[in-house]
């Protein structure tokens, strides 16, 4: 799968030796696992498009154990990949060759909450959609939400800086996260020769709002994707949970009264407006085809799905139904549906959220995940449809409208080299002339790592390998990925 699409050499990092294994052992006992079987699902991603081949998986429960494999990993020159849920879109949570996975999987304790602040402190593995439960039980609300709850870690989370479904009312766990605990190394005072590879643990694992004491070092681990530490336990803040949730499925005849009914939207909804995502009406058929979900709507070239949060169910409806009489009216929207019952809510969410599973069985999937200025977003998916023709088996656009982040996805019945070589560089030089990034929310991992040069100057990219080298001198933090392989 691997190395014939994307072309990489091994680093010269040690191989995994029998004693090694024994002296892995020892720091995780019971936990070293080497058995091909179980090793095939965490060497290979969530889209089935990159695969490693490590030969040893690792199970720590404390941060003390992460720091023990470090260290010891540091002073053999062992290749490390930390690895949450495995739902990344961008192959970095897989090994390239035979790195040892890091896996989170039973550092799964939340450690704190408090139920005045909504301050949340779990360890890295905990389950998103765990720790959903847990804090509504308590009335709040996880700041982050997305289609891969029910797998994903909030470590990873934090890792990839993931935004989601909740960012346009949240923000980013850039705002979210309070604090990290995190097993990286070297940050050691004095002379370079005592910059050592050492497994140390930082603990900036605060709970408070406001911080302002020097550098927030917590924000270079965010989004940093297992290059630079292993994040082992998240401070996050959880909002009040909203009492009045509603959800609203409309149909759009076009891109242009989309942006109006989103502009419409922000002026007659305001401080309950939540979340505001688009697809196509090709999601639609793809959602239908491969998932058998009914569409709630009658056909249209475009869907919005539109959620409120609020504190006052009769308020929110009025300013509902409002908003839904200026839009109908106008003709900006054809046709809708509302929910206000949990069941049907859900029903509503997940015909957008389980568009990437729907794609993920339409064939090889070519993703992309674009920051773009709102109102050209969508031309790129129309221009793409043009350019490909019936080389492509779906051209597709959905994704976080409200901000301002498309989801462009390209489905053929096979990898084929020349479609991507009509893809690329194209999608990208289309998203640098817009000045947008060529990731938005997925991060670089493996797949993009080259095409960072996009959307950042080049000081950039020398300041961040200087940053790689400091924290991580040998490099045997999650190697060949985010980082471009051309210096
Ligand atoms: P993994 O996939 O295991 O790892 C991702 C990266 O983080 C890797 O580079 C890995 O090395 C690193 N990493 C993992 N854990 C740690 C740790 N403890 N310390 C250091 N590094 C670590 N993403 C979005 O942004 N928005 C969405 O709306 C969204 N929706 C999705 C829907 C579906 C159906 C799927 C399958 C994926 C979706 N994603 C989305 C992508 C993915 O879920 C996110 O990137 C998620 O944050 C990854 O979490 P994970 O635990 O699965 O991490
Ligand atoms: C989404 O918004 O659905 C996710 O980011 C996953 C994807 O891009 O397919
Ligand atoms: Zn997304």
Redesign the pocket.
Known sequence: LTRERYPVRRLPFAQVSEDDLAALERIVPGRVITDPEELEAPNV???RTVRGSSKVLLRPRTSQEVAHILRYCHERNLAV??????????G??VPVFDEII?S?TL?NQVMSFHDVSGVLVCQ??CI?EELGRYVEERGFLMPL????KG???????????????R?LRYGSLRGTVLGLE?VSRGHHCGPASQVLADGTILNCLTSLRKDNTGYDLKQL?IG????L????AVSILCPPKPSAVNVAFLGCPGFAEVLQTFSTCRQKLGEILSAFEFMDAECMKLVELHLRLASPVRESPFYVLIETSGSGAGHDAEKLSDFLEQVLGSGLVTDGTLATDQRRIKMLWSLR??I??ALSRDGYVYKY?LSLPVERLYDLVSDLRARLGPRAKHVVGYG?LGDGNLHLNVTAEAFDVSLLGALEPYVYEWTARQRGSVS????L?FKKRDVLCYSKPPEALQLMQQLKALLDPKGIL?PY??LPARA
Do not use: Y
């Open positions: 991603d969530w889209l990949s930390p690895q949450g849920g495995n739902t990344g879109m961008v970095g949570s890091l989170t550092m890295a593995g998103l939400d997305l289609g891969a797998s994903c870690h909030i470590g990873g989370n934090v890792a990839t800086n993931a935004g989601g479904l960012f995190v681990f940093s994707e297992g290059t530490g292993v994040i082992t959220e389980r990437t599973e995940d976080h938005a929310e997925h991060g991992g999650n990925k985010t």
